[in-house]
């Protein structure tokens, strides 16, 4: 900071020199020129940092894919959802909910370390501290005042601790979540 | 790069291989570093994911089945074929394309194990592999996925442990060193499963296993793995006043395990299902094994469950209407696994027989029978002798006891997940404990059931180092050639044959036999075959010993060994005499050599892996 905030007496002393070599240099006339009218940065103003503006970026579908390729592979995910269900009586629903349920969960015991976000029981009373992550905790209903906040835990909310998918290879297409299987 | 950095354990197993390490730098007296070294392999085509157990099968895939980026291995190779958790999907939905039990081919007496005989089942069209070949497949890529994760450290320059079924005979072991040094791996030492399984057992009780065992216990190994059966016994002696382990008697190869139980309750579902009107195809059925398995966990974990729901999914991709429901009950689980695997019999009890003719047969020889304790029973009694030349040990077992009495119990391999089971066959050896006297027999408990092999195997490599307790034995068997004796020839008669010890029992590795005083003859130029004997139960006969006459209890025949002298500067069929020499190799097979009278050259002789005896 000391360079770029100099005391009064080194401006002044910058003042004559820039002028004097305004006066005899002309490419550093032009310079100064530019300077002068805000065509030039040369260095940010310290301690204002503009706020950035936060992209939105698209998520990769790649592993997205390869979860519901999954959960397909394991647990008829995509077979589940896209029947008609209308049709089906609760038994027989409830043997292919079996399937699913066995082969999805074994996925995500799997590939996923998942755990609650709060470890206390749904239904007791908590308090907030300042600073909590509002990304990890919503807060609903007589949203008002200052934290700490107290209030009930409706849920205990999930975090992904940690996430293994299998390694693809170069090339290869994620977007067919399970091959057509033709026997001969 | 030549130090040595770890010590490598590779279970080369029926149903799955895995593989461990101790790292021998960092490691002191009881203090161990070691760990399972994760293995990648495709788990889906195109996806490749580390697992702890690489399953033993190789899928042969038609060369339009998989493009080539859809199996392409972390270590930029996409080979032809396919190992693992890929090949073992792939195959339950191609099965003629699927090499599986690669092991139990290689110790098959009754197939060429150097021909490409498998899958059996294929095509014409497909190229077949041989068992050798298939485990040459399966510890290429073990080797591959070490050196991917070790560049610094290759698995060729490193310690490896390998690690054989007790029951395999010298022409098996041999296959299977082979196929270890054709993918490199000559820094090799082979170790017993049952033996790695108690060294495992040391590692993992922290040093506290001297106070667990005491002098003259019987240590009983059942290693029931996915494919095998191993038993083994392990003696605590004394020297010096510290305590030395013993191995005194190993079991026959017995074609039983984990998966012929899983098939069996997905086989009495599907007669269930069948006498409801429902007909299962192979693909269903693959699901409902699937299933079964599931649920037997289930119920073999939780005694208040009486019955589990299965379902077999439909192979379309309507689940909701085509998936098929039933239930496994605990009384089916009873009657077929508890019962019929692990029946209550009594000491007495033996196995049913196979008759010798049905090897020969294009087929894997399964257990005849499967009752596990039966096989048990008969190893226990053949082996009523095993600790006589013991120091100390005759004296606790009582006059007219029928067979050996193990005071200890240590048991491996996943179907001992299932706790009743485990319980199940304590219980039957305890009653036929109690039945001659004797005290029970204690649980050592605290194994890794799964990858137990692998990780003693690793520890192994660490103690022959000199980093802890050995366990001592040598060979398990006396090893004989046929000779044909010198009685008159009675005509219309075989000429009687007669055994000449050439091995004695317990020769430890890296020992030579001497030579047998009695002389063969070779014919110059043309492959010579003798008959080939083993016995695990005479363990006093010295090299030289002739038996006129044995029992096939007492003396069992190997498949013969062949002998060819090269010509050179010899007349093609002259005879030459030569005496048979064994020796037990560095890495643990055994080799025999035939000695001529005169001059220092001496020839190899080879077991007949063809399988024509």
Redesign the interface.
């Known amino acids: 900071m000391s360079d770029s905030k100099s005391n009064f007496f080194s401006r002044l002393a910058l003042a004559l020199r820039a002028g004097w070599r305004a006066l005899v240099d002309g490419d550093f006339a032009g310079d100064l020129q530019r300077l002068e009218q805000g065509g030039w940065t040369l260095s940010a103003p310290a301690g204002v940092e503009p706020p950035k503006p936060i992209a939105l970026r698209d998520a990769p579908p790649d592993s997205a894919l390869q979860l519901l390729a999954l959960l397909q592979q394991e647990g008829r995910f995509v077979d589940f959802l896209e029947e008609n269900v209308t049709a089906y009586s609760d038994a027989d629903m409830g043997g292919a909910a079996r399937v699913v349920h066995e082969g999805c969960r074994k996925v995500i015991r799997d590939y996923l370390q998942i755990e609650p976000v709060r470890e206390e029981a749904e239904g007791v009373r908590l308090t907030l501290p300042a600073g909590f992550d509002a990304a990890a905790v919503r807060l609903t209903g007589n949203v008002v005042g200052q934290p700490p906040f107290t209030g009930t835990l409706m849920h205990r909310g999930w975090r992904v601790r940690q996430m293994t998918l299998p390694k693809v290879a170069e090339g290869h297409d994620v977007r067919v979540l399970a091959p057509a299987e033709v026997e001969l | 790069m030549s130090e040595v950095r770890y010590a490598v354990g590779i279970d080369l197993g029926t149903t799955h291989c895995v593989m461990a390490a101790v790292d021998l730098a960092a490691s002191d007296r009881d203090a161990v570093v070691e760990r399972i070294a994760a293995i ?1 392999q495709l ?7 580390e697992r702890l157990m690489l399953p033993s099968f190789l899928y042969l895939p038609h060369p339009d089945e998989l ?1 080539v ?2 199996r ?1 291995l ?1 270590w930029g190779e996409s080979p032809p074929f396919v190992v693992g958790e890929l090949a073992r999907t792939m195959g339950g ?1 191609t099965p003629i394309r699927l090499v599986a039990s690669a092991k139990s081919w290689l110790c098959h007496p009754g197939v060429d194990r150097r021909a490409a005989i498998l899958p059996v089942e294929a095509p014409e069209e497909v190229a077949r592999v041989s068992p050798l070949q298939a485990s040459m497949h399966y510890l290429g890529h073990l080797r591959a996925a070490w050196d991917q994760q070790h560049p610094e450290a290759l698995l060729t320059e490193q310690e490896v442990v390998l690690t054989v079924p007790a029951s395999f005979d010298p022409a098996a072991r041999e296959l299977t060193a082979e196929a270890a040094a054709a993918v490199g791996l000559h820094h090799l030492v082979l170790l017993e499963e049952p033996q790695a399984a108690l060294y495992h057992w040391i590692l993992a009780s922290g040093g506290e296993w001297r106070k667990q065992v005491r002098v003259s216990d019987i240590i009983l190994v059942v290693d029931l793995g996915g494919g095998t059966a191993d038993f083994s016994l392990i003696a605590v002696t004394e020297r010096d006043g510290s305590l030395e382990l013993v191995r005194v008697a190993v079991g026959d190869h017995i074609l039983l395990g984990g998966d012929n139980m899983d098939l069996a309750l997905a086989h009495a579902v599907r007669t269930k299902l069948a006498e409801q009107g429902t007909q299962l195809d192979a693909w269903q059925l693959q699901g409902l094994t699937h299933g079964c398995r ?1 649920a037997k966990e289930i119920l073999l974990s939780d005694a208040r469950v009486e019955s589990v ?1 299965v ?1 077999v ?1 439909s ?1 379309g ?5 085509g ?3 039933t239930e496994l009950t605990r009384d089916e689980v009873t009657r077929n696994l508890v019962e019929g695997f692990f029946p209550k019999v009594d000491a007495a009890a033996r196995p049913a027989a196979r008759a010798r003719a049905a090897l020969t047969k294009l087929g894997l020889p399964y257990a005849q029978d499967a009752a596990m304790p039966r096989h048990l029973a008969a190893f226990l009694a053949r082996q009523v002798d095993a600790t006589r030349d013991l120091e100390g040990f005759m004296a606790q077992l009582p006059t007219g006891a029928t067979f050996l009495h193990p005071t200890a119990v240590l048991f491996n391999g996943g179907v001992f997940k299932a706790e009743p089971l485990l319980e199940r066959t304590l219980g039957v050896l305890n009653d036929w404990l109690a039945a001659e006297g004797a005290p029970p027999a204690r649980l050592l408990a605290g194994i890794d059931l799964d990858l137990a092999v692998a990780r003693g195997a690793a520890y192994y490599g660490y103690v022959r180092r000199g980093g802890g307790v050995r366990i001592r034995g040598g060979t398990a068997k006396a090893y004989y050639v046929g000779v044909e004796s010198a009685m008159p020839a009675v005509p219309g008669l075989e000429p009687p044959i007669e055994a000449l010890c050439i091995a004695p029992f317990g020769m430890e590795e890296g020992t030579q036999a001497q030579l047998p005083p009695q002389e063969v003859g070779l014919v110059v130029g043309e492959p010579v075959r003798f008959r080939f004997f083993g016995s695990s139960v005479r363990r006093t006969d010295q090299v030289g010993t002739v038996l006129e006459q044995w029992t096939p209890d007492e003396v069992e025949e190997l498949e013969e060994i062949e002998a060819t002298l090269p010509a050179e500067d010899r007349q093609p069929g002259e005879v030459v005499p030569v005496r048979l020499q064994a020796a037990v190799t560095e890495v643990g097979t055994l080799r025999l050599e035939a000695v001529p009278r005169i001059g220092a050259e001496t020839w190899k002789v080879e077991f007949d892996v063809r399988g024509e005896g």
């Open positions: 990648p788990t889906a085509p195109g996806a490749v994911e493009r980026e859809d392409v972390p939905r599931n729901p379902v999914p192979r991709s309507r689940l909701i209407g998936t098929l429901r």
